[in-house]
């Protein structure tokens, strides 16, 4: 019998070296593949950064394929990232919004991208070292589910993913807590067993995304108005890049106690500000919608809904709006709901569906959805 052939995306890691080494003893023939996506060609820039993609992970990557006695490409993303990653991230920004590249990078690029790639040269999956698992549910769909460990689950930022794509992906790593991988990975002589994690956004490594903003577009970023909720302007800020819902640090205002970010207006150029109980709302609305678990929205289940990466999850109802966008109800309310963010709704463990958060909506606003 043929073996079935897997691509994986090794990123130099302990977590997709792993995926590599247990899918290859579970009888797949696997090649590693590394992505190219770094944007400057000097080779200086490309060895201190680009992350999970930089030189320095090629090199990694590459003593791991060695190791492991498979097949390893590095393959050009660089079009695929700029357009589906840096060019979002930006222009979210300068719309006063706050992206998540890693959830744009996922969808368009380690999984649409690579998988087409990968299925061009005779692969049957794709796999990656995420925490997560995937499973074929009752009712005939794929669902991403929680991996064993709650302290590296890794779904919310994989919420986007297409039934094609969870069809054709593996995820080994999601059966394991970090501690076993790195075990893992130690007994079985994998030299990158005990590096680091990777924590910052990938092709901003230094974390100064209005920089790096500035220097991709080639503008300085205008200044503007702090005001209240009423108009009246209390300073002067930075530019609305710096921002983003619920912030207290770094405004430099002194207002005699803590003052919040509580919405970024860049029609007008304003941020405003407000007191930590403003921060909280019951209901969102969001749009782009991708449905994983559940085919369609039942309005009286309640699911549990995540509105960022680190957030606990609370219950929530959903009801269906026009233009295929949804207004998401929590049973209690919830702090900084930032629009560009992702809320990423779960049917116990599995990932049922979500969207990007367009804006919150607020008692005694009842015109708000017309914003959206």
């Given amino acids: 019998m043929e073996r079935k052939k897997v691509v994986v995306g090794l990123s130099g890691g302990v977590d997709s070296s792993v995926a590599a080494y247990l899918l290859k003893k579970q009888g797949y023939e696997v090649i590693g593949v590394t992505m190219q996506i770094w944007q400057e060609e000097d080779p200086e820039f490309q060895e201190e950064n ?20 498979i097949p390893y490409y590095v393959m050009n993303f660089r079009r695929e990232f700029k357009e589906n990653v840096i060019d979002y991230f930006i222009r979210e920004y300068q719309e006063g919004r706050t992206p998540n590249p890693c959830i744009a990078c996922n969808r368009y690029v380690k999984w649409e991208a690579l998988l087409k790639r990968s299925l061009n040269i005779g692969a049957d999956y794709i796999a990656t070292g995420h925490y997560a698992r995937i499973e074929r549910l009752e009712n005939g769909r794929y669902a991403v589910r929680n991996s064993v460990t709650a302290r590296k689950d890794q779904t919310y930022a994989l919420y986007n993913l297409t039934q094609e794509q969870l069809s054709r992906t593996l995820m080994p790593v999601g059966e394991y807590t970090k501690e076993e991988i790195r075990r893992i990975a130690e007994e079985a002589g994998i030299p990158v067993a005990h590096k680091k994690d990777s924590q910052e956004i990938c092709f901003v490594p230094d974390n100064d995304y209005a920089g790096f903003i500035e220097k991709s577009t080639g503008t300085k970023i205008s200044r503007g108005n702090y005001i209240k909720k009423d108009g009246t302007v209390i300073g002067e800020h930075k530019g609305i890049i710096h921002y983003t819902i619920g912030q207290r640090k770094g405004l430099n205002l002194s207002m005699g106690h803590p003052v919040f970010v509580t919405e970024i207006r860049p029609g007008t150029n304003e941020v405003v500000i407000g007191e930590n109980e403003e921060l909280f709302v019951k209901s969102l609305v969001c749009g782009r919608m991708n449905y994983m678990a559940m085919e369609e929205i039942d309005e009286g289940e309640v699911l549990t809904g995540k509105i960022r990466y680190n957030h606990p999850g609370a219950p929530c109802t959903l009801k269906k709006l026009e233009d295929g966008r949804v207004q998401v109800n929590f049973l209690e309310p919830q702090r900084a709901v930032t629009p560009g963010q992702a809320v990423v709704l779960y049917r116990g463990e599995y990932v049922a569906g979500g969207g990007i958060i367009l804006g919150p909506v607020r008692e005694k606003e009842p015109s708000v959805l017309s914003e959206f």
Avoid: H, I, N, S
């Avoid at 680009?50 to 006695?69: F, P, Q, S, T």
């Fill in 50 to 69: 680009g992350g999970c993609c930089g030189l320095r992970a090629v090199d990694d990557a590459r003593r791991v394929a060695a190791k492991l006695e």
